[in-house]
C-alpha cells in the first residue's frame, strides 16, 4: 500500500493511504497547504514514483513543503530486467529544492552519518522557503515483517541519546533570522513618496491579508485585489478587477500612480497581470516568502524576499515613528486619500453583479440548519449558471470554512463576481495555481480538510469542472475513510467550456480539438463511491442545497450543469460596454 506521514496538529505521525499515487501526492499537497507542516509521501519504486510527478510540480512552483520518500532498487539491479527498477536519478529533474540518494543499507554505512545527511535534505523544505525535498531509498527487496530479529544495539549506540530527546538531529540558521529586505529599508521612504497603487495575488491567510490591508489603508494606496488574497470581499477593497480596468475613468485614475508595491503572486486575472506587466512604473516591488522575483513582465525593481506579515508590520511601524518624529518637531505629514472614484465605481460595479445575480431570499446572511427549496422561490428569480452559481458560491460559503478553487473556469469565475458579503466574511481561498493544473483537485480538497481537522469549524468546499472531475474522480474513495465532510460543486459544462474564450472562429475545429464534449454526468460516480448527490435545478434551489450541505455532517456533490455558450455570453456582458454605463 501507499503510505505517507503527516506531521504537524498531531504529537505522532499519522498515516494515511490511498491506492493512486498521483492522488496521495496532492492529498499531502494539501494537508500541507492547510497545517503549513511539511508532509513525508512514501511509494514504491518505479512507476509508482513517476505518478507523483505533477504534485511535486505544484508543490515546488508554491513553496509547499513536500517530502519524496522514493523506494528504489540498487544500481546492479538497473537495466537487467529486474522487476520495477528504472532509473530514478533525476526522474524529478531540478523541481526538488534538495535529492538525497540514499544507498541500499549497510551496516558499513554509519548511522549518524545517515543522519546527518538526511536531516539536512529535510531541512532544506523548514527554513520558510518550502517546496519539495526527495530522499531516494534503495533496496535490494521490499522490507517485510517477520519472526526474525536483528540486534543493532552497537550500530545505533551512537544515536541513543538523540533519539530519545525531542530535537532535531542538526540544525541550520533560521532564515527569519536574516535580513532579507535591508536593501530596501533605505528608499522606502521615498518610494512611498510618489502616488502608488497596490496589487494582492495569493496570500496564505487572513491574518497576512490583514496586514496588507492595514499597510495599503495607512499609505491611502487603492489595493487591486486577487481572489486569492482572501480580500475579495472586503469592501475596502477593489475586487472586480477585471471590469474596473475595462472602463475608461477608472482606467485612467489607476494609471497616475507611478509605484507599485505587490503582495503574493500568480494573479488568476490576465487583463490585471497585463497592467502589471506593462505599466510604466518609476518603481515596481514585490514581496514573496519565496526566493525568486516572480513577475512574468520582468518589470520588477525591487524583489524583497521575505515574511509578508513580517514585512507590513515593520513598514507599519517605520510610519507610525515617522510620523510620530514629524508631530514632535511640528510638521504633519498627511496621508494621501484613497480615491473617492474608485471606491464609488468600484461600489456600483459590486450593486449591478448583486442585482443581476441575487436571490431574495429569507436565508440571505444566515446559515440555517436546513433549508427548504420550496421557500426560496423569489418572483424575479435569476438563471442557474455558472456564473451566478459562482457568485452566490462566495456568499454562501461559511465564512469559518475554507473553499478550493479549481483551475481553468473555475477560479476565474470567482475572481469575477467576488463582491462584499453581508456578513462581511470570506472562507480561507486557496488554489493550486503553481502550474495551474486539473489534475488531483479532489485529492486536493481532501487533503485540505484532513490538515484543517476540524471538521464542524472548517466545512471545506470544492468548486471544480467537469474534466478536472474526471480527472480525479478516484479521489472519491478517500472521502469514505476520512471523517472530515467536503462539499463538492462541479459545474459541468460538457467539456473544456473555457475554450469557447478562445478567438477560433471555426466551431467543429473548437469542439473538436479544444471543448472536446463527453456527454457525461456524475450522479452514478457518487453512487459508486457512496457520495450523496445532488442536481439543482435553478438559483434558489442550488442556495438551499448548499447551505444544507454545509450543515450535514457528509460529504456530498452537488451537479450544475451549464451551458457553455452562456457562460461565455454572461462573462463578455460584463465587460463589454461598460464604459457607457
Not at 546527518?116 to 519539495?132: E, F, P, R, Y
Not at 459562482?390 to 475554507?402: C, E, I, K, N, V
Not at 473553499?403 to 462581511?424: E, K, Q
Not at 442536481?535 to 448548499?546: H, N, V
Amino acid at each position: 500500500s501507499l503510505s505517507f506521514f503527516s506531521r504537524g496538529f498531531l504529537p505522532r505521525l499519522q498515516l494515511h493511504h490511498h491506492f493512486d499515487e498521483r492522488g496521495l501526492g496532492f492529498l499531502a499537497l494539501g494537508i500541507a497547504k492547510a497545517s503549513q507542516q511539511s508532509v513525508a509521501v512514501i511509494t514504491t519504486s518505479g512507476t509508482a514514483v513517476a505518478n507523483l510527478y505533477s504534485a511535486v510540480i505544484e508543490a515546488a512552483q508554491t513553496g509547499v513543503p513536500l517530502l519524496i520518500l522514493s523506494a528504489d532498487r540498487p544500481p546492479r539491479l538497473h537495466d537487467c530486467g529486474a522487476n520495477q527498477a528504472i532509473n530514478q536519478q533525476g526522474i524529478f529533474a531540478d523541481f526538488p529544492r534538495h535529492s538525497l540518494y540514499l544507498p541500499p543499507p549497510s551496516l558499513d554505512y554509519p548511522v549518524d552519518r545517515m543522519l546527518q545527511q538526511v536531516s539536512t535534505a529535510i531541512k532544506s523544505i523548514d527554513d520558510g522557503l518550502g517546496g519539495v525535498c526527495q530522499i531516494n531509498c534503495m533496496y535490494d527487496e521490499p522490507l517485510y515483517p517477520d519472526s526474525n530479529t536483528i540486534d543493532f544495539t552497537d550500530y545505533l549506540a551512537s544515536i541513543y541519546r538523540w533519539r530519545d530527546s525531542d530535537r532535531p538531529f542538526s540544525s541550520r540558521p533560521d532564515r527569519q533570522a536574516k535580513s532579507t529586505d535591508q536593501r530596501s529599508i533605505t528608499p522606502w521612504t521615498a518610494f512611498i513618496k510618489q502616488p502608488g497603487v497596490i496589487v494582492v495575488g495569493a496570500l496564505p491567510d487572513h491574518t497576512t491579508a490583514a496586514a496588507v490591508k492595514a499597510l495599503g489603508q495607512r499609505l491611502g494606496w487603492p489595493l487591486l485585489v486577487d481572489i486569492q488574497s482572501q480580500l475579495q470581499t472586503d469592501p475596502d477593497c477593489l475586487g472586480l478587477t477585471d471590469q474596473l480596468l475595462c472602463d475608461q475613468q477608472t482606467r485612467i485614475e489607476l494609471d497616475k500612480s507611478r509605484q507599485l508595491l505587490q503582495f503574493g503572486t500568480r494573479l488568476v486575472s490576465k487583463r490585471l497581470q497585463n497592467w502589471v506587466d506593462q505599466q510604466p512604473w518609476q518603481q515596481f516591488w514585490l514581496v514573496h516568502p519565496g526566493d525568486t522575483a516572480l513577475a512574468p513582465g520582468h518589470n520588477c525593481s525591487t524583489f524583497v524576499g521575505a515574511d509578508i506579515q513580517g514585512w507590513c508590520q515593520q513598514r507599519l511601524n517605520e510610519l507610525t515613528a515617522t510620523a510620530a518624529s514629524a508631530t514632535s518637531n511640528g510638521h504633519k505629514r498627511s496621508q494621501p486619500p484613497l480615491s473617492h472614484q474608485l471606491q464609488h465605481r468600484h461600489a456600483q460595479l459590486c450593486s449591478q453583479l448583486q442585482q443581476q445575480l441575487s436571490v431574495d431570499t429569507a436565508i440571505s446572511g444566515s446559515t440555517p440548519a436546513c433549508v427548504s427549496t420550496a421557500t426560496l422561490t423569489p418572483a424575479n428569480q435569476p438563471e442557474l449558471t455558472e456564473l451566478s452559481a459562482a457568485y452566490q458560491l462566495l456568499q454562501h460559503t461559511p465564512a469559518s470554512g475554507w473553499l478550493l478553487a479549481g483551475n481553468s473556469l473555475s477560479i476565474r469565475l470567482l475572481d469575477l463576481v467576488g463582491t462584499p458579503r453581508t456578513d462581511a466574511g470570506l472562507p480561507q481561498i486557496y488554489a493550486n495555481r503553481g502550474a495551474s493544473g486539473i489534475d488531483g483537485l479532489v485529492s486536493t480538497a481532501i487533503g485540505l480538510g484532513l490538515g484543517h481537522c476540524s471538521a464542524k469549524t472548517h466545512p471545506g468546499t470544492l468548486l471544480l469542472g467537469d474534466y478536472s472531475l474526471l480527472y480525479d474522480l478516484n479521489a472519491l474513495a478517500l472521502l469514505r475513510d476520512h471523517s472530515q465532510p467536503l462539499v463538492i460543486v462541479v459545474f459541468n459544462n460538457d467539456g473544456g467550456g473555457i475554450f469557447r474564450m478562445l478567438p477560433v472562429a471555426d466551431e467543429e475545429l473548437r469542439q473538436r480539438h479544444y471543448q472536446r464534449p463527453h456527454g457525461l454526468t456524475f450522479e452514478h460516480a457518487c453512487l459508486m463511491f457512496g457520495i450523496d448527490y445532488h442536481q439543482p435545478r435553478s438559483l434558489a434551489e442550488f442556495i438551499g442545497t448548499l447551505h444544507n450541505a454545509h450543515a450535514a455532517s457528509g460529504s456530498c456533490l452537488i451537479e450544475i450543469s451549464a451551458d457553455a455558450r452562456t457562460t461565455e455570453q454572461q462573462i463578455k456582458a460584463l465587460t463589454a460596454g461598460i464604459n457607457n454605463q
